[in-house]
Each structure stands twice: as structure tokens, then as C-alpha cells.
Nanobody
């Protein structure tokens, strides 16, 4: 069974950067699409990024919503069984708990639909404040 653990969150000033990591165990991450989601207090969980399996027909394609496009970059290191989310030019509205997630099945295309994801990490808090 795939297990996911996020790290790298913290407190950062507006305009700053953080890199989140999602480390997998229990299975090989290269087979899975990985999504990053976030949930701010009082708000619904939203997708912030997705990267498909680099060995699928989607070949590591990525998706971003307009709210983070150009500021966030998702990448994967299959040798380390890790997916990263590099977050630059952070804004106070980026404050949230950030989760990584994977679908149950292998080799699916990227999706920002929360219901398509089966495995979830415990989340890491990101706070953007001066």
C-alpha cells in the first residue's frame, strides 16, 4: 500500500519561497500521477498542481490552476521516490495545509478532481505572513 509523507512547510514572508516534498513508501512512485492540494481554514480543498507518471503516455505532464501558474512548479525524482512542489512569490492567500495525493490505479492522466485520489498524506502547514 502506498504511503505518502509531506514535509517542507513553514512560515515565510510574502514574496518568499518554499519547497514541499512528498516522499512515498510501500510502492514505487514512478507508476503514479501525483497531485498537490491545499485547504485553507473555512475553505474547500483545492488542487494546486498535478504531475503524471513519467512512464505513462502523458509522460510527466503537469497541470496548474491560474491561481498558482507561473509561481509553483511540480517535479518528480523517481530515484528518490519523491515529488516536489516549488513555490515562489508566495502570497498570504497561499496560506493553507498542503497535501499530496495519488490515485488508486497506475498510469492515470493528471486530474484536479479530489475524488480521483485514493492515497493522501497527512499534510504540511504553509503560512505566508509578514
Amino acid at each position: 500500500q502506498l504511503q505518502l509523507v509531506e514535509s517542507g512547510g513553514g512560515l515565510v514572508q510574502p514574496g518568499g519561497s518554499l519547497r514541499l516534498s512528498c516522499v512515498a513508501s510501500g510502492n514505487t512512485l514512478k507508476w503514479y500521477t501525483i497531485g498537490w492540494f491545499r485547504q485553507a481554514p473555512g475553505k474547500e480543498r483545492e488542487a494546486v498542481s498535478c504531475i503524471s507518471s513519467s512512464i505513462s503516455s502523458s509522460n510527466g505532464s503537469t497541470n496548474y490552476p491560474d491561481s498558482v501558474k507561473g509561481r509553483f512548479t511540480i517535479s518528480r525524482d523517481n530515484a528518490k521516490n519523491t515529488v516536489y512542489l516549488q513555490m515562489n512569490s508566495l502570497k498570504p492567500e497561499d496560506t493553507a495545509i498542503y497535501y499530496c495525493a495519488a490515485p488508486f490505479a497506475y498510469l492515470l492522466p493528471c486530474t484536479d478532481f479530489e475524488g480521483d485520489y485514493h492515497y493522501w498524506g497527512q499534510g504540511t502547514q504553509v503560512t505566508v505572513s509578514s
